[in-house]
Protein backbone atom coordinates (compact mmCIF):
# COMPACT_ATOMS: atom_id res chain seq x y z
CA UNK A 1 0.00 0.00 0.00
CA UNK A 2 2.58 2.62 1.04
CA UNK A 3 4.90 1.41 -2.46
CA UNK A 4 1.77 2.20 -4.74
CA UNK A 5 0.98 5.58 -3.04
CA UNK A 6 4.59 6.23 -3.27
CA UNK A 7 4.64 5.38 -6.93
CA UNK A 8 1.84 7.56 -7.73
CA UNK A 9 3.27 10.37 -6.18
CA UNK A 10 6.14 9.61 -7.89
CA UNK A 11 4.76 9.54 -11.04
CA UNK A 12 2.60 12.62 -10.80
CA UNK A 13 5.80 14.88 -9.84
CA UNK A 14 7.39 13.27 -12.82
CA UNK A 15 4.50 14.57 -14.94
CA UNK A 16 4.40 17.97 -13.47
CA UNK A 17 8.13 17.82 -14.38
CA UNK A 18 7.49 16.63 -17.81
CA UNK A 19 4.67 19.45 -18.16
CA UNK A 20 6.65 22.27 -16.75
CA UNK A 21 9.77 21.23 -18.84
CA UNK A 22 7.79 21.25 -22.40
CA UNK A 23 5.45 23.74 -20.96
CA UNK A 24 4.03 26.34 -23.91
CA UNK A 25 1.38 28.51 -25.03
CA UNK A 26 -1.19 27.92 -27.44
CA UNK A 27 -1.34 29.51 -30.98
CA UNK A 28 -2.77 33.07 -30.88
CA UNK A 29 -2.50 33.27 -26.69
CA UNK A 30 -1.26 35.56 -24.77
CA UNK A 31 1.07 34.01 -21.94
CA UNK A 32 2.99 36.00 -19.33
CA UNK A 33 5.37 33.91 -17.16
CA UNK A 34 5.74 37.44 -15.38
CA UNK A 35 2.55 38.33 -14.79
CA UNK A 36 1.34 34.50 -14.52
CA UNK A 37 -1.44 35.64 -16.81
CA UNK A 38 -2.85 33.71 -19.90
CA UNK A 39 -5.09 34.84 -21.56
CA UNK A 40 -7.23 33.40 -25.06
CA UNK A 41 -9.98 35.12 -26.37
CA UNK A 42 -11.33 34.13 -29.70
CA UNK A 43 -8.84 31.63 -30.40
CA UNK A 44 -11.42 28.66 -31.39
CA UNK A 45 -10.17 26.21 -27.88
CA UNK A 46 -12.14 22.96 -27.87
CA UNK A 47 -10.68 22.11 -24.51
CA UNK A 48 -9.25 23.83 -21.51
CA UNK A 49 -5.00 23.78 -22.46
CA UNK A 50 -3.21 21.30 -20.58
CA UNK A 51 0.60 22.60 -21.18
CA UNK A 52 0.24 26.04 -19.68
CA UNK A 53 2.36 27.10 -16.66
CA UNK A 54 1.09 25.09 -13.78
CA UNK A 55 1.47 28.58 -11.77
CA UNK A 56 -1.01 30.56 -13.44
CA UNK A 57 -3.05 32.84 -11.52
CA UNK A 58 -5.36 33.88 -14.37
CA UNK A 59 -6.94 32.33 -17.11
CA UNK A 60 -9.51 33.73 -19.46
CA UNK A 61 -10.93 31.48 -22.12
CA UNK A 62 -13.61 33.41 -23.29
CA UNK A 63 -15.40 32.97 -26.42
CA UNK A 64 -14.18 29.69 -27.56
CA UNK A 65 -15.75 26.59 -28.02
CA UNK A 66 -14.75 24.38 -24.77
CA UNK A 67 -17.74 22.04 -23.60
CA UNK A 68 -16.99 20.42 -20.76
CA UNK A 69 -14.42 21.33 -17.76
CA UNK A 70 -11.93 18.40 -17.49
CA UNK A 71 -9.37 16.89 -15.25
CA UNK A 72 -7.07 19.50 -16.99
CA UNK A 73 -7.97 22.10 -13.92
CA UNK A 74 -6.19 20.16 -11.44
CA UNK A 75 -2.78 21.09 -12.74
CA UNK A 76 -3.67 24.70 -11.94
CA UNK A 77 -4.04 24.77 -8.47
CA UNK A 78 -3.07 28.58 -8.13
CA UNK A 79 -5.46 29.93 -9.88
CA UNK A 80 -7.22 32.96 -8.55
CA UNK A 81 -9.46 34.38 -11.63
CA UNK A 82 -11.08 32.06 -14.07
CA UNK A 83 -13.16 33.12 -17.06
CA UNK A 84 -15.01 30.65 -19.23
CA UNK A 85 -17.61 32.76 -20.31
CA UNK A 86 -19.38 32.95 -24.13
CA UNK A 87 -18.61 29.21 -24.34
CA UNK A 88 -20.43 25.49 -25.08
CA UNK A 89 -20.25 24.36 -21.67
CA UNK A 90 -23.56 22.11 -21.22
CA UNK A 91 -22.66 20.48 -17.98
CA UNK A 92 -20.24 20.50 -14.62
CA UNK A 93 -18.67 17.52 -13.11
CA UNK A 94 -19.02 17.21 -9.30
CA UNK A 95 -16.02 18.34 -7.35
CA UNK A 96 -14.79 19.74 -11.33
CA UNK A 97 -12.94 22.59 -9.12
CA UNK A 98 -11.84 20.58 -6.42
CA UNK A 99 -8.27 21.95 -6.52
CA UNK A 100 -8.94 25.30 -6.52
CA UNK A 101 -8.66 26.49 -3.25
CA UNK A 102 -7.13 29.66 -4.31
CA UNK A 103 -9.69 30.59 -6.30
CA UNK A 104 -11.56 33.86 -6.09
CA UNK A 105 -13.45 34.58 -9.13
CA UNK A 106 -15.36 31.80 -11.04
CA UNK A 107 -17.01 33.48 -14.65
CA UNK A 108 -19.27 30.68 -16.27
CA UNK A 109 -21.65 33.01 -17.77
CA UNK A 110 -23.57 32.79 -21.20
CA UNK A 111 -22.73 28.77 -21.32
CA UNK A 112 -25.53 26.25 -21.87
CA UNK A 113 -25.84 24.71 -18.39
CA UNK A 114 -28.83 23.42 -17.52
CA UNK A 115 -28.11 22.03 -14.09
CA UNK A 116 -25.72 21.91 -11.03
CA UNK A 117 -25.95 20.51 -7.94
CA UNK A 118 -24.73 21.10 -3.74
CA UNK A 119 -21.03 18.88 -5.23
CA UNK A 120 -20.63 21.06 -8.14
CA UNK A 121 -18.36 24.13 -6.31
CA UNK A 122 -16.93 21.34 -4.06
CA UNK A 123 -13.51 22.83 -3.19
CA UNK A 124 -13.99 26.73 -3.76
CA UNK A 125 -13.40 27.36 -0.37
CA UNK A 126 -12.13 31.09 -1.13
CA UNK A 127 -14.84 32.32 -3.77
CA UNK A 128 -16.36 35.75 -3.36
CA UNK A 129 -17.30 35.96 -7.00
CA UNK A 130 -20.53 33.22 -9.16
CA UNK A 131 -21.37 34.10 -12.11
CA UNK A 132 -23.66 31.88 -13.68
CA UNK A 133 -25.66 34.35 -15.51
CA UNK A 134 -26.91 33.52 -19.36
CA UNK A 135 -27.46 29.94 -18.70
CA UNK A 136 -29.78 27.62 -19.23
CA UNK A 137 -30.76 26.65 -15.35
CA UNK A 138 -34.44 26.10 -14.17
CA UNK A 139 -34.32 25.02 -10.61
CA UNK A 140 -32.18 25.95 -7.28
CA UNK A 141 -32.22 22.53 -5.25
CA UNK A 142 -32.02 22.58 -1.74
CA UNK A 143 -28.13 23.70 -0.36
CA UNK A 144 -27.13 24.35 -3.65
CA UNK A 145 -24.36 27.15 -2.57
CA UNK A 146 -23.53 25.32 0.84
CA UNK A 147 -20.15 25.00 0.27
CA UNK A 148 -19.66 28.64 -1.05
CA UNK A 149 -19.46 29.90 2.54
CA UNK A 150 -17.49 33.11 1.70
CA UNK A 151 -18.92 33.89 -1.34
CA UNK A 152 -20.22 37.59 -1.59
CA UNK A 153 -21.88 37.86 -5.50
CA UNK A 154 -23.95 35.75 -6.99
CA UNK A 155 -25.14 36.17 -10.88
CA UNK A 156 -28.36 33.60 -11.29
CA UNK A 157 -29.55 36.45 -14.01
CA UNK A 158 -31.08 35.35 -17.55
CA UNK A 159 -31.49 32.03 -16.91
CA UNK A 160 -35.27 30.02 -16.70
CA UNK A 161 -35.50 29.58 -13.22
CA UNK A 162 -39.05 29.05 -12.28
CA UNK A 163 -38.52 27.27 -8.78
CA UNK A 164 -36.21 28.38 -5.52
CA UNK A 165 -35.82 26.17 -3.04
CA UNK A 166 -36.62 27.72 0.52
CA UNK A 167 -33.26 26.02 1.91
CA UNK A 168 -31.24 27.19 -1.46
CA UNK A 169 -29.35 29.52 -0.18
CA UNK A 170 -28.67 28.31 3.56
CA UNK A 171 -25.34 28.82 4.19
CA UNK A 172 -24.48 32.13 2.23
CA UNK A 173 -24.26 34.02 5.26
CA UNK A 174 -21.67 36.78 3.68
CA UNK A 175 -23.55 37.17 0.40
CA UNK A 176 -24.18 40.49 -0.27
CA UNK A 177 -25.02 40.90 -4.33
CA UNK A 178 -27.94 38.45 -5.56
CA UNK A 179 -28.96 38.55 -9.23
CA UNK A 180 -32.28 37.16 -9.94
CA UNK A 181 -33.24 39.55 -12.78
CA UNK A 182 -34.45 38.04 -16.34
CA UNK A 183 -35.82 34.57 -15.42
CA UNK A 184 -39.82 33.26 -14.93
CA UNK A 185 -40.56 33.41 -11.49
CA UNK A 186 -44.33 33.78 -10.88
CA UNK A 187 -43.64 35.60 -6.92
CA UNK A 188 -41.11 36.90 -4.97
CA UNK A 189 -39.69 33.85 -3.50
CA UNK A 190 -39.76 35.39 -0.23
CA UNK A 191 -39.04 31.94 1.99
CA UNK A 192 -35.49 32.02 0.50
CA UNK A 193 -34.84 35.16 1.96
CA UNK A 194 -34.51 34.73 5.92
CA UNK A 195 -30.53 32.91 4.67
CA UNK A 196 -29.50 36.41 2.96
CA UNK A 197 -29.64 38.72 6.80
CA UNK A 198 -26.84 40.64 5.16
CA UNK A 199 -27.52 40.78 1.11
CA UNK A 200 -26.96 44.68 0.18
CA UNK A 201 -28.06 44.77 -3.34
CA UNK A 202 -31.05 42.52 -5.21
CA UNK A 203 -31.92 42.76 -8.85
CA UNK A 204 -35.24 40.89 -9.53
CA UNK A 205 -36.93 42.66 -12.16
CA UNK A 206 -38.03 40.74 -15.70
CA UNK A 207 -40.21 37.77 -13.98
CA UNK A 208 -43.71 36.57 -14.25
CA UNK A 209 -44.88 38.43 -11.08
CA UNK A 210 -47.48 41.79 -11.44
CA UNK A 211 -47.57 42.28 -7.85
CA UNK A 212 -45.54 42.74 -4.80
CA UNK A 213 -47.83 41.49 -1.71
CA UNK A 214 -47.22 42.56 1.88
CA UNK A 215 -44.19 41.67 3.62
CA UNK A 216 -42.53 40.20 0.55
CA UNK A 217 -39.14 41.57 1.10
CA UNK A 218 -39.22 40.21 4.89
CA UNK A 219 -35.66 39.16 5.85
CA UNK A 220 -33.52 41.54 3.89
CA UNK A 221 -33.59 44.49 6.68
CA UNK A 222 -30.04 45.12 5.36
CA UNK A 223 -31.12 45.48 1.52
CA UNK A 224 -29.10 48.87 0.33
CA UNK A 225 -30.26 48.66 -3.29
CA UNK A 226 -33.17 47.11 -4.78
CA UNK A 227 -34.10 46.87 -8.39
CA UNK A 228 -36.92 46.03 -10.20
CA UNK A 229 -36.81 47.16 -14.12
CA UNK A 230 -39.07 45.37 -16.55
CA UNK A 231 -41.12 43.38 -13.51
CA UNK A 232 -44.28 44.25 -15.16
CA UNK A 233 -45.80 45.28 -12.11
CA UNK A 234 -49.22 46.33 -11.89
CA UNK A 235 -50.03 46.54 -8.22
CA UNK A 236 -48.20 46.98 -5.19
CA UNK A 237 -49.42 46.28 -1.74
CA UNK A 238 -49.61 48.70 0.47
CA UNK A 239 -46.65 47.13 3.06
CA UNK A 240 -44.93 45.37 0.18
CA UNK A 241 -41.66 47.10 1.31
CA UNK A 242 -42.63 47.14 4.89
CA UNK A 243 -39.12 46.25 6.93
CA UNK A 244 -36.37 47.90 3.95
CA UNK A 245 -35.45 50.49 6.52
CA UNK A 246 -32.12 51.21 4.98
CA UNK A 247 -33.22 51.00 1.35
CA UNK A 248 -31.21 53.66 -0.45
CA UNK A 249 -31.45 53.45 -3.92
CA UNK A 250 -34.99 51.64 -5.51
CA UNK A 251 -35.74 51.03 -8.98
CA UNK A 252 -39.41 50.60 -10.60
CA UNK A 253 -38.14 51.54 -14.39
CA UNK A 254 -40.49 49.91 -17.16
CA UNK A 255 -43.01 48.60 -15.73
CA UNK A 256 -47.04 49.36 -15.73
CA UNK A 257 -47.77 51.22 -12.73
CA UNK A 258 -50.55 54.11 -14.07
CA UNK A 259 -49.48 57.04 -10.62
CA UNK A 260 -46.54 56.64 -8.31
CA UNK A 261 -47.08 54.65 -5.39
CA UNK A 262 -46.88 57.45 -3.26
CA UNK A 263 -48.28 55.29 0.04
CA UNK A 264 -45.89 52.68 -0.56
CA UNK A 265 -42.73 54.76 -0.86
CA UNK A 266 -43.69 56.16 2.38
CA UNK A 267 -41.98 53.78 4.06
CA UNK A 268 -38.78 53.97 2.52
CA UNK A 269 -37.74 57.16 4.62
CA UNK A 270 -33.92 56.62 4.00
CA UNK A 271 -34.59 56.19 -0.20
CA UNK A 272 -31.97 58.75 -1.85
CA UNK A 273 -32.18 57.45 -5.33
CA UNK A 274 -35.53 56.48 -7.35
CA UNK A 275 -36.11 55.62 -11.12
CA UNK A 276 -39.47 54.85 -11.74
CA UNK A 277 -39.71 55.93 -15.68
CA UNK A 278 -41.29 54.13 -18.22
CA UNK A 279 -44.66 53.35 -16.63
CA UNK A 280 -48.20 54.14 -17.91
CA UNK A 281 -48.62 57.42 -15.61
CA UNK A 282 -49.89 60.77 -17.46
CA UNK A 283 -49.31 63.34 -14.84
CA UNK A 284 -47.13 63.90 -12.15
CA UNK A 285 -49.78 64.97 -8.94
CA UNK A 286 -48.58 67.26 -6.46
CA UNK A 287 -46.86 65.62 -3.13
CA UNK A 288 -46.17 62.30 -5.42
CA UNK A 289 -42.63 61.54 -3.13
CA UNK A 290 -44.90 62.50 0.28
CA UNK A 291 -42.55 61.29 3.38
CA UNK A 292 -39.21 61.00 1.13
CA UNK A 293 -37.04 63.47 2.99
CA UNK A 294 -33.87 62.14 1.85
CA UNK A 295 -34.04 61.64 -1.60
CA UNK A 296 -31.43 62.87 -3.78
CA UNK A 297 -32.09 61.71 -7.31
CA UNK A 298 -35.04 61.24 -9.29
CA UNK A 299 -35.48 59.78 -12.65
CA UNK A 300 -38.65 59.83 -14.67
CA UNK A 301 -37.77 59.10 -18.14
CA UNK A 302 -39.19 57.17 -21.17
CA UNK A 303 -42.69 57.67 -19.45
CA UNK A 304 -44.27 57.42 -23.08
CA UNK A 305 -47.94 58.86 -21.51
CA UNK A 306 -46.50 61.11 -19.45
CA UNK A 307 -47.45 65.02 -20.29
CA UNK A 308 -47.52 67.03 -17.35
CA UNK A 309 -45.38 68.11 -14.34
CA UNK A 310 -47.90 69.75 -11.69
CA UNK A 311 -46.88 72.18 -8.75
CA UNK A 312 -46.31 70.95 -5.93
CA UNK A 313 -44.72 67.12 -6.31
CA UNK A 314 -41.62 68.05 -4.05
CA UNK A 315 -42.98 69.29 -1.33
CA UNK A 316 -41.70 66.83 0.95
CA UNK A 317 -37.92 66.57 -0.81
CA UNK A 318 -35.51 69.53 -0.07
CA UNK A 319 -32.38 67.46 -0.37
CA UNK A 320 -33.64 66.53 -4.02
CA UNK A 321 -29.97 67.74 -5.78
CA UNK A 322 -30.54 65.55 -9.62
CA UNK A 323 -33.93 65.79 -11.53
CA UNK A 324 -33.94 63.99 -14.76
CA UNK A 325 -37.24 64.00 -17.21
CA UNK A 326 -35.91 62.80 -20.36
CA UNK A 327 -37.18 60.81 -23.58
CA UNK A 328 -41.10 61.67 -22.35
CA UNK A 329 -42.17 62.06 -25.66
CA UNK A 330 -45.72 63.82 -24.57
CA UNK A 331 -44.11 65.78 -22.15
CA UNK A 332 -44.77 69.45 -23.16
CA UNK A 333 -45.94 71.31 -19.32
CA UNK A 334 -43.79 71.76 -16.10
CA UNK A 335 -46.40 74.26 -14.17
CA UNK A 336 -45.04 77.55 -13.12
CA UNK A 337 -42.84 76.49 -9.66
CA UNK A 338 -42.76 72.81 -9.99
CA UNK A 339 -39.61 72.68 -9.30
CA UNK A 340 -39.53 76.17 -6.81
CA UNK A 341 -38.30 75.76 -3.17
CA UNK A 342 -35.70 72.97 -3.61
CA UNK A 343 -32.32 74.66 -1.89
CA UNK A 344 -29.96 71.81 -3.14
CA UNK A 345 -31.09 71.19 -6.42
CA UNK A 346 -28.19 71.65 -8.79
CA UNK A 347 -28.77 68.88 -12.20
CA UNK A 348 -31.75 69.42 -14.02
CA UNK A 349 -31.99 67.37 -17.54
CA UNK A 350 -34.80 67.46 -19.97
CA UNK A 351 -33.39 66.23 -22.68
CA UNK A 352 -35.77 64.26 -25.73
CA UNK A 353 -39.06 65.72 -24.83
CA UNK A 354 -41.83 68.08 -26.01
CA UNK A 355 -41.06 71.25 -24.91
CA UNK A 356 -41.26 74.14 -27.10
CA UNK A 357 -40.58 76.64 -25.07
CA UNK A 358 -39.36 76.72 -21.56
CA UNK A 359 -40.74 79.22 -18.55
CA UNK A 360 -38.10 81.30 -17.04
CA UNK A 361 -40.37 80.83 -13.47
CA UNK A 362 -40.18 77.04 -14.06
CA UNK A 363 -37.01 77.06 -11.72
CA UNK A 364 -34.35 78.79 -10.21
CA UNK A 365 -32.12 78.60 -13.13
CA UNK A 366 -29.18 80.24 -11.90
CA UNK A 367 -28.37 77.96 -9.08
CA UNK A 368 -27.99 74.92 -11.90
CA UNK A 369 -24.97 73.23 -12.25
CA UNK A 370 -26.05 71.21 -15.10
CA UNK A 371 -28.58 72.10 -17.67
CA UNK A 372 -29.45 69.92 -20.08
CA UNK A 373 -32.38 70.91 -22.52
CA UNK A 374 -31.47 69.59 -26.16
CA UNK A 375 -33.54 67.37 -28.19
CA UNK A 376 -36.24 69.51 -27.57
CA UNK A 377 -38.49 71.05 -30.04
CA UNK A 378 -38.08 74.48 -29.13
CA UNK A 379 -39.71 77.60 -30.96
CA UNK A 380 -36.53 80.16 -31.42
CA UNK A 381 -38.96 83.01 -30.77
CA UNK A 382 -38.03 86.58 -28.35
CA UNK A 383 -39.69 84.53 -25.29
CA UNK A 384 -36.79 82.27 -24.98
CA UNK A 385 -33.97 85.12 -25.29
CA UNK A 386 -33.28 84.56 -21.56
CA UNK A 387 -32.73 81.06 -22.47
CA UNK A 388 -30.31 81.41 -24.79
CA UNK A 389 -28.63 84.19 -23.12
CA UNK A 390 -28.43 81.69 -19.73
CA UNK A 391 -27.16 78.85 -21.57
CA UNK A 392 -24.09 81.02 -23.08
CA UNK A 393 -23.18 82.15 -19.66
CA UNK A 394 -23.26 78.22 -18.52
CA UNK A 395 -21.75 77.08 -21.89
CA UNK A 396 -23.82 73.98 -21.39
CA UNK A 397 -25.03 71.76 -24.47
CA UNK A 398 -26.38 73.53 -27.65
CA UNK A 399 -30.16 73.53 -28.17
CA UNK A 400 -31.40 73.53 -31.94
CA UNK A 401 -34.36 75.35 -32.89
CA UNK A 402 -37.32 73.47 -34.60
CA UNK A 403 -39.32 76.57 -35.92
CA UNK A 404 -39.99 78.68 -37.25
CA UNK A 405 -39.30 77.21 -40.44
CA UNK A 406 -36.11 80.04 -41.15
CA UNK A 407 -34.15 78.72 -38.20
CA UNK A 408 -34.72 75.14 -38.02
CA UNK A 409 -31.76 73.22 -37.13
CA UNK A 410 -29.92 76.48 -36.15
CA UNK A 411 -28.05 76.69 -32.34
CA UNK A 412 -30.11 79.04 -30.14
CA UNK A 413 -26.55 79.85 -28.68
CA UNK A 414 -25.61 81.62 -32.02
CA UNK A 415 -28.91 84.26 -32.42
CA UNK A 416 -29.40 87.38 -32.12
CA UNK A 417 -32.51 89.73 -30.65
CA UNK A 418 -33.26 90.12 -34.13
CA UNK A 419 -32.99 86.32 -35.62
CA UNK A 420 -35.54 85.67 -32.67
CA UNK A 421 -37.94 88.77 -33.83
CA UNK A 422 -37.69 90.88 -30.69
CA UNK A 423 -38.61 93.94 -32.09
CA UNK A 424 -41.82 92.38 -33.69
CA UNK A 425 -42.52 90.98 -30.37
CA UNK A 426 -42.29 94.26 -28.29
CA UNK A 427 -44.47 95.87 -31.00
CA UNK A 428 -46.65 93.44 -30.37
CA UNK A 429 -47.12 93.99 -26.75
CA UNK A 430 -47.31 97.41 -27.52
CA UNK A 431 -50.16 97.48 -29.19
CA UNK A 432 -52.15 95.77 -27.07
CA UNK A 433 -51.04 97.87 -23.96
CA UNK A 434 -51.89 100.36 -26.13
CA UNK A 435 -55.08 98.61 -27.07
CA UNK A 436 -55.95 98.05 -23.45
CA UNK A 437 -55.17 101.21 -22.45
CA UNK A 438 -57.58 103.10 -25.43
CA UNK A 439 -60.37 100.44 -24.40
CA UNK A 440 -60.07 102.21 -20.75
CA UNK A 441 -59.84 105.71 -21.61
CA UNK A 442 -63.09 105.26 -24.07
CA UNK A 443 -64.94 103.26 -20.99
CA UNK A 444 -64.17 106.07 -18.40
CA UNK A 445 -65.37 108.88 -21.29
CA UNK A 446 -68.41 107.01 -21.88
CA UNK A 447 -69.35 106.80 -17.94
CA UNK A 448 -68.43 110.85 -17.98
CA UNK A 449 -70.83 111.18 -20.70
CA UNK A 450 -73.66 109.25 -19.30
CA UNK A 451 -73.31 110.78 -15.53
CA UNK A 452 -73.42 114.15 -17.14
CA UNK A 453 -76.48 113.49 -19.32
CA UNK A 454 -78.52 112.07 -16.40
CA UNK A 455 -77.42 114.55 -13.63
CA UNK A 456 -80.67 115.19 -12.75
CA UNK A 457 -81.83 111.62 -12.17
CA UNK A 458 -78.23 110.86 -10.41
CA UNK A 459 -78.28 114.17 -7.95
CA UNK A 460 -82.20 113.31 -7.14
CA UNK A 461 -81.01 109.54 -6.78
CA UNK A 462 -77.94 110.50 -4.59
CA UNK A 463 -80.00 112.73 -2.87
CA UNK A 464 -82.55 110.21 -1.60
CA UNK A 465 -80.51 107.75 -1.01
CA UNK A 466 -77.60 109.60 1.20
CA UNK A 467 -78.61 112.75 2.44
CA UNK A 468 -80.10 111.87 6.13
CA UNK A 469 -81.47 115.29 6.72
CA UNK A 470 -83.56 114.79 3.28
CA UNK A 471 -85.06 111.47 4.48
CA UNK A 472 -85.76 112.77 8.09
CA UNK A 473 -88.30 115.37 6.60
CA UNK A 474 -90.19 113.14 4.32
CA UNK A 475 -90.08 110.67 7.17
CA UNK A 476 -91.73 113.34 8.95
CA UNK A 477 -94.17 114.19 6.70
CA UNK A 478 -95.31 111.12 5.98
CA UNK A 479 -95.71 110.84 10.34
CA UNK A 480 -97.51 114.07 9.58
CA UNK A 481 -100.02 112.95 7.04
CA UNK A 482 -101.07 109.77 8.75
CA UNK A 483 -101.94 111.76 12.23
CA UNK A 484 -104.72 113.30 10.81
CA UNK A 485 -108.00 111.32 9.32
CA UNK A 486 -109.66 112.33 6.23
CA UNK A 487 -112.21 114.72 7.86
CA UNK A 488 -109.73 116.73 10.07
CA UNK A 489 -107.75 116.64 6.81
CA UNK A 490 -110.78 118.47 4.32
CA UNK A 491 -111.79 120.93 7.85
CA UNK A 492 -107.89 122.23 8.30
CA UNK A 493 -107.87 122.90 4.44
CA UNK A 494 -111.13 124.79 4.78
CA UNK A 495 -109.66 126.76 7.65
CA UNK A 496 -106.20 127.88 5.60
CA UNK A 497 -108.79 128.51 2.70
CA UNK A 498 -110.84 130.43 4.63
CA UNK A 499 -108.54 132.51 6.60
CA UNK A 500 -106.20 132.97 3.47
CA UNK A 501 -109.25 134.53 1.87
CA UNK A 502 -109.38 137.15 4.35
CA UNK A 503 -105.87 137.84 4.81
CA UNK A 504 -104.90 141.30 3.45
CA UNK A 505 -103.40 140.80 -0.09
CA UNK A 506 -100.29 142.85 0.90
CA UNK A 507 -99.11 141.85 4.68
CA UNK A 508 -96.60 143.59 6.22
CA UNK A 509 -93.65 143.07 3.91
CA UNK A 510 -94.19 139.36 3.23
CA UNK A 511 -97.09 139.47 0.16
CA UNK A 512 -95.08 138.54 -2.99
CA UNK A 513 -95.94 137.72 -6.46
CA UNK A 514 -94.91 134.25 -5.68
CA UNK A 515 -96.85 134.52 -2.44
CA UNK A 516 -100.27 135.84 -4.48
CA UNK A 517 -99.17 132.60 -6.63
CA UNK A 518 -99.06 130.23 -3.78
CA UNK A 519 -102.68 131.94 -3.02
CA UNK A 520 -103.62 130.97 -6.39
CA UNK A 521 -103.23 127.36 -6.86
CA UNK A 522 -104.02 126.83 -2.95
CA UNK A 523 -107.38 128.54 -3.52
CA UNK A 524 -108.26 126.92 -6.72
CA UNK A 525 -107.13 123.59 -4.61
CA UNK A 526 -109.63 123.96 -1.94
CA UNK A 527 -112.47 125.04 -3.84
CA UNK A 528 -112.04 121.91 -5.87
CA UNK A 529 -111.96 119.77 -2.67
CA UNK A 530 -115.17 121.77 -1.11
CA UNK A 531 -116.75 120.54 -4.64
CA UNK A 532 -115.87 117.06 -3.79
CA UNK A 533 -116.73 117.00 -0.21
CA UNK A 534 -120.00 118.14 -1.10
CA UNK A 535 -120.45 115.20 -3.82
CA UNK A 536 -119.83 113.04 -0.95
CA UNK A 537 -122.23 114.69 1.07
CA UNK A 538 -125.17 114.37 -1.60
CA UNK A 539 -124.36 110.63 -2.85
CA UNK A 540 -122.98 108.86 0.55
CA UNK A 541 -126.10 110.41 3.34
CA UNK A 542 -128.76 110.69 1.53
CA UNK A 543 -130.86 109.54 4.58
CA UNK A 544 -130.19 112.54 6.24
CA UNK A 545 -131.82 114.87 3.53
CA UNK A 546 -135.71 116.45 3.80
CA UNK A 547 -135.44 116.47 7.81
CA UNK A 548 -134.29 112.69 8.54
CA UNK A 549 -136.20 110.88 5.92
CA UNK A 550 -134.98 108.45 3.94
CA UNK A 551 -134.53 108.84 0.52
CA UNK A 552 -134.35 106.22 -2.47
CA UNK A 553 -131.26 106.75 -4.08
CA UNK A 554 -131.95 108.10 -7.79
CA UNK A 555 -128.69 106.00 -9.52
CA UNK A 556 -128.12 102.19 -9.03
CA UNK A 557 -126.11 100.45 -7.11
CA UNK A 558 -123.26 99.95 -9.39
CA UNK A 559 -123.00 103.69 -10.19
CA UNK A 560 -123.41 104.97 -6.90
CA UNK A 561 -119.66 102.39 -6.10
CA UNK A 562 -118.38 104.35 -9.16
CA UNK A 563 -118.89 107.66 -7.92
CA UNK A 564 -117.08 106.40 -4.48
CA UNK A 565 -114.30 105.34 -6.21
CA UNK A 566 -113.96 108.37 -8.20
CA UNK A 567 -114.33 110.58 -4.84
CA UNK A 568 -111.58 108.88 -3.62
CA UNK A 569 -109.22 109.08 -6.46
CA UNK A 570 -109.46 113.11 -6.82
CA UNK A 571 -108.95 113.13 -3.12
CA UNK A 572 -106.10 111.42 -2.95
CA UNK A 573 -104.49 113.20 -6.24
CA UNK A 574 -105.27 116.62 -4.69
CA UNK A 575 -104.00 115.88 -1.50
CA UNK A 576 -100.98 115.21 -3.02
CA UNK A 577 -100.84 118.23 -4.82
CA UNK A 578 -101.17 120.40 -2.20
CA UNK A 579 -98.70 118.16 0.17
CA UNK A 580 -96.49 118.72 -3.15
CA UNK A 581 -96.94 122.45 -2.80
CA UNK A 582 -96.20 122.97 1.02
CA UNK A 583 -92.96 120.76 1.06
CA UNK A 584 -91.84 121.62 -2.04
CA UNK A 585 -92.30 125.85 -2.36
CA UNK A 586 -90.81 127.63 -5.57
CA UNK A 587 -87.56 129.26 -5.09
CA UNK A 588 -89.31 132.94 -4.43
CA UNK A 589 -92.01 131.80 -2.64
CA UNK A 590 -91.78 131.50 1.61
CA UNK A 591 -93.61 129.39 4.11
CA UNK A 592 -96.90 130.69 5.91
CA UNK A 593 -95.65 131.70 9.18
CA UNK A 594 -97.11 129.22 11.77
CA UNK A 595 -99.29 131.72 13.50
CA UNK A 596 -101.22 132.62 10.13
CA UNK A 597 -102.37 128.54 10.54
Not at 135 to 145: A, H, I, T
Not at 347 to 361: G, K, P, Q, V, Y
Not at 477 to 502: A, C, G, M, P, W
Request: aromatic share 8%; net charge neutral.
Amino acid sequence: MFKTTTAVWVATAVMAVVVVINAHCPSNCSCDDDTLVVYCKEVNLDVIPITLNPSIQRLVLMHNRIKIVDASFQFYGALQYVDISHNHLVNIPNKGFEAQEKLIELHLNHNKISSINNKTFIGLVSLTILNLRGNYLEDLPDRLFAALTKLEELDLGENRISRIDPAAFQGLNKLRVLYLDDNQLRAVPTPAFKFLGNLAEMRIGLNAFTTLDNDCFSGLGRLSVLDLTGAALINISSNAFKGLTVLRRLVLTDNRLTAIPTRQLSELNRLEELSIGQNDFTAIEPNAFKGLANLRSVDISGAAQLSIIKTGLFTDNLNLETINFSSNKQLSTVENGAFIGLPNLRNLIMRNNAFTSFSESMITWQELQQIDLTENPIICECSVLWLKELLIRRNTSQVLCAGPAPLKGKSLNYLGSDDLSCAKFYTKQQAIVGAVFGCTVAFIAVAMLLAYRFRKRLHHSLKKTFWSKETAVNRKDLEYQKTFSDEEYIVRNSTIHHNTQHRPPFASGVSTTGDRRHHRHLHHGLQSHQHLQANQHIYQTPHQLHGGHTLQPYHHHNHHQQQQNLYHQQLQQQQQFYHQQNTLPHRNDKPIPVTEL
